[in-house]
């Protein structure tokens, strides 16, 4: 069973959401909290697989709620799901360097949102279609210097980055390579401690800003 918090400053989202999510099979909504100070002292108690926050919420929005949930130097982070209205790439950015393992705009609709609750349970990460595109797109534009890998990633580490910078899950991703779950975890796993990076959208970030994918580069030319 998934547990999930819902956060949300309007009732009527936060009762749409929860009646959404709870239609679902395998899904709980544990909590509901209607600014980001509640979301996170609700989210530290009840400690849910998934908190789903609003971006503009009273006391604290959510960046900031994300930060203390799933931020940098955060001892046991929680996987944050960002939703809004406001389809801006000030609050993407924020919403993802913040910590968060999904970003949607409330207009995806139910199968995207469940979906993304699943893919943050499990690790993943999972952003609304329109928004990647925008978001990878700028990324893969040159751009300054990026950081390079402490150690040369290997060849299967390169697929794998390929991949997960598509949008892929892990699932996926092993499905595509015939390779276990828990393979493609550690893969994933390598190239995140080499890059020095937090989570898998930096990932797919990174590997659009060095040209592994998104453009004419080959990999190899970046080891």
Same mark, same amino acid.
Not at 106 to 130: C, F, M, Y
Not at 136 to 155: C, D, H, I, Q, W
């Given at each position: 069973?998934?547990?999930?918090? $819902?956060?949300?400053?309007?009732?009527?989202?936060?009762?749409?959401?929860?009646?959404? !999510?709870? #239609?679902?099979?395998?899904? #709980?909504?544990?909590? @509901?909290?209607?600014?980001? #100070?509640? =979301?996170?002292?609700?989210?530290? +108690?009840?400690?849910?697989?998934?908190?789903?926050?609003?971006? +503009?919420?009273? &006391?604290?929005?959510?960046?900031?709620?994300?930060? !203390? !949930? =799933?931020?940098?130097?955060?001892?046991? %982070?929680? *996987?944050?799901?960002?939703?809004?209205?406001?389809?801006?790439?000030?609050? $993407?950015?924020?919403?993802?360097? *913040?910590? =968060?393992?999904?970003?949607?705009?409330?207009?995806?609709?139910?199968?995207?949102?469940?979906? *993304?609750?699943?893919?943050?349970?499990?690790?993943?990460?999972?952003?609304?279609?329109? $928004?990647?595109?925008? &978001?990878?797109?700028?990324?893969?534009?040159?751009?300054?210097?990026?950081?390079?890998?402490? #150690? %040369?990633?290997?060849?299967?580490?390169?697929?794998?980055?390929?991949?997960?910078?598509?949008?892929?899950?892990?699932? @996926?991703?092993?499905? +595509?390579?015939?390779?276990? !779950?828990?393979? $493609?975890?550690?893969?994933?796993?390598?190239? &995140?401690?080499?890059?020095?990076?937090?989570?898998?959208? @930096?990932?797919?970030?990174?590997?659009?800003?060095?040209?592994?994918?998104?453009?004419?580069?080959? %990999?190899?030319?970046?080891?």
């Amino acid at each position: 069973m998934i547990r999930v918090l $819902v956060a949300d400053d309007q009732e009527p989202v936060r009762t749409g959401l929860r009646l959404l !999510l709870e #239609a679902q099979p395998g899904i #709980a909504v544990v909590g @509901e909290a209607a600014d980001g #100070a509640a =979301a996170v002292r609700l989210a530290r +108690r009840l400690r849910p697989d998934v908190a789903l926050l609003d971006i +503009r919420m009273p &006391l604290l929005d959510g960046v900031e709620a994300t930060s !203390l !949930l =799933a931020g940098e130097g955060v001892a046991d %982070p929680i *996987a944050v799901v960002v939703i809004t209205t406001f389809d801006l790439d000030e609050y $993407v950015h924020g919403a993802l360097r *913040a910590g =968060a393992k999904g970003f949607l705009l409330k207009e995806a609709g139910p199968h995207l949102i469940t979906e *993304a609750v699943r893919a943050a349970a499990n690790g993943d990460a999972l952003i609304s279609p329109q $928004v990647t595109a925008r &978001l990878l797109g700028e990324f893969s534009r040159p751009v300054r210097r990026v950081r390079r890998p402490s #150690a %040369p990633l290997t060849g299967r580490e390169e697929e794998v980055l390929a991949l997960l910078a598509t949008g892929l899950t892990n699932t @996926e991703i092993g499905e +595509r390579l015939f390779l276990s !779950l828990g393979t $493609v975890k550690t893969h994933i796993a390598g190239i &995140l401690a080499k890059l020095g990076l937090r989570n898998r959208v @930096e990932a797919a970030m990174w590997a659009y800003e060095s040209g592994r994918v998104g453009g004419d580069a080959d %990999p190899r030319d970046h080891r």
